[in-house]
Each structure stands twice: as C-alpha cells, then as structure tokens.
C-alpha cells in the first residue's frame, strides 16, 4: 500500500483539485492521510465536503495540529501512516492518473533504489530533472519532494524540522548519507500550480545576473546551511 501524505496550510482553494487528480489514479492501493497545520481558511471544511461527496475503498484521514510548518506536518502523516511506500504529495499539486502505477513499476525494477521520481511541470515550466547521478545531488537540489519511498529506507529521523528551505535536498541527502539512491521516471507525473509550494522559483541567469535580490539571498544562505549540515562546503 502506498501512504499519501498531503501537508496542507491554508490550501482550500487548491487541496481539492489534488484529491480529486488522487481518486482518479489508477492504483488503487493507497491510503490518503492530510495534516492540516494550523489552516485558518476553512481548509478543514472543504475536505469534510469533498469528503461526503465521493465514494470509495481507499482511507482517507484528516488530522490537525497547531501550525508547525510542512516538515513536522510531514512527520505527523509519516507516524501515522501504515503503507509500505511512502508519497509525500504537495496540497497544490495535480497527479497524471497513471503517476502512482508508474512510480511504484519503475521502482519495483530497480530494487537498487530507495525511491522513483519524475519529472513535473510548474505551471508552464517543465523541470525536467534528469538521471541520478550523486555528485549532482551533493553540489544541487534538484529532486522534487514528490518522490515514492520505500518506508523501510526513510530515514529514522524523519524530516528535519530545523530546515526551513530546501528540505527536498535536506532529506535526499540525508538518504544519500545511508546510501540510498533514486531512481529516475523520465515522464511527467505532475503539475504544481504556482502560488505554492515553490512559487518563489526564479530562472537559473537570476542566481548569477541578480545576486542582490533578497530570493536569492535566501535560496544560496539556504544552500549553505544543508550543505554545512552534509559537510559539502
């Protein structure tokens, strides 16, 4: 079974468009499990609603805890999860229907790796993201959070609350460490809408051309401390 789990603060105006991509899948061996961290518009609300609405084999779950930012929300779906593969989804994310079956195919033939993932779209943006390779992982973030895990390869600690940005990496590297490597799906499995989870994306010429900008401050300061965390500097 795999556990999707769906950290969600203040997403009710996209959160259904979501669970809606994630009851039309076609694996249907999943369980859903949504940690609202502290959403004060309504998100609860129009769960229950789209809740009574459908009807299905598949668990659904809803859980809410004082806002404590995605990585403890995570965390809490993870404790609380029993499936044997691991689908952290964002609440502003649309899954292709076939993007379960795919991922867990595609991992399943590669039993070297800990967990698949794909390439996305971010609006009219394709990150493409590519093989692999671990040199490219120490020296860049560029795997999403979007991935499916083994559950016996998460880490123990589970995400690191204390990193406020690039967690993604954080958490890949952390696995890296271990020994735990992915494996690629070159297809696009899913589509962010901007205004979310990584809506503070720039082009790569902005990093080089525009370093006074107060994002980029943030994004190479953010760098720096996963890399200090991972010995990488």
């Not at 009851?23 to 518009?41: A, K, L, M």
């Not at 930012?69 to 809490?76: D, I, K, L, T, V």
């Amino acid at each position: 079974m795999i556990s999707i789990i769906i950290p969600v603060y203040n997403g009710a105006a996209k959160i259904i468009q979501t669970l809606k991509s994630i009851q039309n899948q076609t694996y249907r061996d999943f369980e859903v499990i949504i940690v609202n961290d502290g959403s004060t518009d309504g998100t609860e609300n129009v769960c229950a609603d789209y809740f009574k609405k459908i009807t299905a084999d598949n668990s659904y779950f809803f859980i809410n805890q004082k806002n404590q930012g995605a990585p403890a929300a995570r965390n809490r779906g993870w404790q609380e999860s029993k499936g044997e593969y691991l689908f952290f989804c964002d609440a502003d994310a649309t899954l292709h229907p076939q993007a379960l079956d795919i991922l867990i195919n595609d991992l399943e033939s590669h039993p070297e790796a800990s967990y698949a993932y794909s390439s996305f779209m971010w609006g009219k943006k394709l990150f493409k993201l590519g093989e692999f390779i671990p040199e490219k992982l120490q020296k860049m973030p560029y795997i999403h959070t979007m991935a499916l895990i083994r559950r016996n390869d998460f880490p123990e600690s589970g995400w690191d609350i204390n990193i406020k940005k690039l967690q993604d990496w954080d958490l890949w590297l952390t696995m890296l460490d271990k020994n735990k490597i992915g494996v690629w799906v070159p297809q696009v499995l899913f589509f962010v809408s901007p205004g979310g989870t990584i809506s503070s994306w720039l082009p790569s010429f902005a990093y080089k051309l525009f370093p006074f900008l107060p994002a980029v401050k943030k994004y190479k300061k953010a760098l720096n401390i996963v890399k200090e965390k991972h010995g990488l500097l």
